[in-house]
């Protein structure tokens, strides 16, 4: 017979997750993080730092007209502070940036936009410096329902996922050629092709068009990561009930 044991009264606390547990973090933007946001008096932000600590990854937007807007209780359920990019804002990173291959790996926790037939809205594209082919997370007009592309070089599309239109979303979507994968709140929505560009830089919150910066998402971002490598399952795991918190409470 064993003489093991258990004590009832020992409680054991859960170990606490965070983003930087997963390896290969290129990038992180975290709107509940104050501290990484540059503001002025009226709240409009200049700068958003990288948590991973490259700078030359920093978000930066000089340009008054286009600074979004920081948000200490946003509207999702949790009430967490985000970046609300309404009225045609967005920023982009500080330097231009080497190239990096896939697999890329982005998780966003953001409000996806509406359900419309008159703009296309673009949560994040390669810095508008660097030249076509895109490398694009985008919702576009050509379906009045949700539909959604992911694209590197070809277009991977997702039509009729409902619930998801003006409604705070966590997204998982990994960049792995014909291997790509798109999730939302937990779920894999499906699998496709995406193409094989590189990633070089981040304009977030639209979209480059020949130079001009267009197709703005015109919500609110509480979250933003990159991970230089395909998720496993057990990062997704842990990162999404991770995002599902900061967004539900």
């Known amino acids: 017979m064993s003489n093991f044991v258990i004590n009832p009264y020992i409680v054991v606390t859960p170990s606490t997750f965070t983003p930087t547990d997963i390896s290969d973090l290129y990038a992180w933007y975290d709107a509940t993080d104050s501290d990484t946001i540059t503001k002025d008096g009226s709240n409009r932000i200049s ?17 008054s007209g286009d600074q979004p807007l ?45 359900n419309s037939t008159s703009t296309n ?45 003006d409604e705070w979303t966590y997204a998982t979507l990994i960049y792995d050629g014909a291997s790509s994968q798109m999730r939302f709140n937990g779920s894999e929505i499906d699998t496709g092709n995406v193409g094989s560009e590189t990633f070089e830089g981040l304009t977030l919150g639209a979209r480059d068009n020949s130079g001009a910066v267009v197709y703005y998402w015109n919500t609110e971002i509480m979250h ?11 990062d997704i795991e842990d990162i999404e009930t991770w995002a599902e918190a900061q967004m539900d409470g």
């Open 47 to 63: 700068k958003w730092e990288n948590k991973e600590g490259t700078t030359a990854r920093d978000l930066v937007q000089s340009t």
């Open 70 to 114: 920081y948000v200490a209780s946003g509207s999702s359920d949790s009430g967490n502070a985000t970046v609300n990019f309404s009225g045609d804002r967005w920023m982009e990173t500080a330097s231009a940036l080497t190239g990096i291959s896939q697999p890329i790996s982005f998780v966003a926790i953001t409000k996806f936009p509406p």
């Open 121 to 165: 809205e673009y949560l994040f594209a390669k810095e508008k410096s660097e030249a076509e082919p895109r490398f694009v997370f985008s919702k576009p007009t050509a379906d009045a329902n949700d539909r959604f592309i992911m694209y590197a070089g070809t277009n991977f599309i997702e039509s009729s996922v409902t619930g998801i239109a």
């Open 224 to 234: 933003f990561l990159i991970y230089e490598k395909e998720l496993t399952a057990d």
